[in-house]
């Protein structure tokens, strides 16, 4: 049975890290577009909504297909988490579960997020969270996390460290609500499943660095370069 699947795109005005950053060009469109357009791409949609305290902005991405939810002004701040305003808005929208699909990863490819949706279709996880998998030498509070000083592996040899990253994210709608009445925190509610993003789709844009990469990348892609070597 096929699940519904809603589509919850969080954009506040207000960034102060990146001021205005959802409604900054990234290349050739605004940041906000670049979630909105993934999600009408995939047709996997019952609906696709963005949640925002702006007004202004509400009027912008309804010319650009979706819908606008309006969140309060406590849910607009600095501090206001992911588990407050997926609340806020899954009790206002039915679904089987709800897709986050964060702006603040405009790398993500089509096929990256049909596949994740495809994983979310045939597992029956209350929580996927998109993760990268790395194979690097790792300290956790100034120890070696999975290495040793002993002996030196090659990095392919390694355990893999799984890094969450916020690009897409699903919950399972009824076991969120249950576990947020409880008290339980629901973002990492239930049975998790982790869904493998490839790394250069991976950025999360926090900082004017974060951005600075992701658009050289983005750069690079509308600009294919030759493969050259030197000749031996």
């Not at 909105?36 to 791409?41: E, F, G, M, R, T």
């Not at 949609?45 to 305290?53: A, L, N, P, Q, R």
């Not at 709800?98 to 209350?126: A, K, W």
Request: charged share 30%; hydrophobic share 35%.
């Amino acid at each position: 049975m096929q699940k519904i699947m809603t589509a919850m795109i969080p954009a506040r005005l207000g960034s102060k890290r990146i001021p205005k950053k959802n409604i900054r060009y990234m290349g050739e469109k605004p940041l906000i577009q670049y979630p909105i357009d993934l999600a009408k791409s995939s047709k996997r949609f019952s609906d696709i909504w963005v949640t925002t305290e702006s007004e202004e902005l509400g009027k912008i991405i309804e010319k650009m297909g979706a819908s606008f939810h309006k969140r309060s002004s406590e849910l607009a701040t600095d501090t206001a988490t992911n588990r407050e305003f997926t609340y806020d808005f899954l009790k206002a929208h039915k679904c089987d579960y709800v897709i986050m699909i964060n702006p603040t990863s405009p790398l993500l490819r089509q096929e990256t997020m049909n596949h994740f949706l495809d994983y979310v279709q045939e597992h029956n996880f209350d929580t996927v969270l998109s993760v990268i998998i790395e194979k690097e030498e790792i300290f956790f509070k100034g120890q070696p996390l999975n290495f040793s000083y002993d002996k030196k592996v090659n990095s392919q040899m390694l355990e893999p460290i799984e890094t969450i990253c916020w690009a897409l994210t699903a919950w399972k709608r009824e076991t969120f609500l249950k576990l947020q009445q409880e008290n339980i925190n629901p973002v990492f509610g239930g049975t998790i499943g982790r869904f493998s993003i490839p790394k250069d789709e991976s950025c999360d844009l926090d900082t004017l660095e974060d951005w600075n990469i992701a658009e050289g990348i983005l750069n690079s892609r509308m600009n294919k370069f030759e493969e050259r070597y030197i000749e031996l």
